[in-house]
T-cell receptor, first 113, second 116 residues
Framework: GNSVTQMEGPVTLSEEAFLTINCTYTATGYPSLFWYVQYPGEGLQLLLK?????DKGSNKGFEATYRKETTSFHLEKGSVQVSDSAVYFC????????????FGKGTKLSVIP | NAGVTQTPKFQVLKTGQSMTLQCAQDMNHEYMSWYRQDPGMGLRLIHYSVGAGITDQGEVPNGYNVSRSTTEDFPLRLLSAAPSQTSVYFC???????????????FGNGTRLTVT
């Protein structure tokens, strides 16, 4: 089955700082890779995805590149804002009849003014 | 477009009581699933369904039942609540019924359950 190793938090940054959250995975087949974000009191929502090697997913200033050779999908943002405070989850989606998605344990980010 | 709707938002049960957590989606998604979220444990899959009439177990199915009589609804039943079932429960759906490779999950806002 799949597994995900995600950078442990919590992470506290000052506004406008650079953010990296590491994610490495093992997965059957050739997965798509997703980052989800969970704001306080809400469910998870899609942040970005990449479906093949060397693809870069991006959204809201966040980016992540699908690195097949290192089985990694690190999340980055050049300048975080207070509104980015949330929990971030990495998840490979294997497809081909694979319905048991595995999520990382989540990384809580707090951005202070 | 309501997306995925979960009810109730909060619930307190006594040990041994039973209850049903409701989940409905209006996106005509084939795939639906239930997760529980616990501190330090991330999200763990309880049960899932790939279409009406089809359900299967996830990682932590014990103590829970599901059914899928319609495409829209996927209720989760706690048969005899235990304190270990205190958690936040999320329902999620997805369009892709041939495997979830390309399709994101759409989550509800969760049900916070406390069992005393």
């Amino acid at each position: 089955g799949n597994s995900v190793t995600q950078m442990e938090g919590p992470v506290t940054l000052s506004e406008e700082a650079f953010l990296t959250i590491n994610c490495t995975y093992t997965a059957t087949g050739y997965p798509s890779l997703f980052w989800y974000v969970q704001y306080p009191g809400e469910g998870l929502q899609l942040l970005l995805k990449a479906t093949k090697a060397d693809d870069k997913g991006s959204n809201k200033g966040f980016e992540a590149t699908y690195r097949k050779e290192t089985t990694s999908f690190h999340l980055e943002k050049g300048s975080v804002q207070v509104s980015d405070s949330a929990v971030y989850f990495c998840a490979p989606h294997s497809g081909a009849g694979s319905y048991q998605l595995t999520f990382g344990k989540g990384t809580k980010l707090s951005v202070i003014p | 477009n309501a997306g995925v709707t979960q009810t109730p938002k909060f619930q307190v049960l006594k040990t041994g009581q039973s209850m049903t957590l409701q989940c409905a989606q209006d996106m005509n998604h084939e795939y639906m699933s239930w997760y529980r979220q616990d501190p330090g444990m991330g999200l763990r899959l309880i049960h899932y369904s790939v279409g009406a009439g089809i359900t299967d177990q996830g990682e932590v199915p014990n103590g829970y039942n599901v059914s899928r009589s319609t495409t829209e609804d996927f209720p989760l039943r706690l048969l005899s609540a235990a304190p270990s079932q205190t958690s936040v429960y999320f329902c999620a759906s997805s369009y892709d019924s041939g495997g979830l490779r390309g399709s994101p999950l759409h989550f509800g806002n969760g049900t916070r359950l406390t069992v005393t």
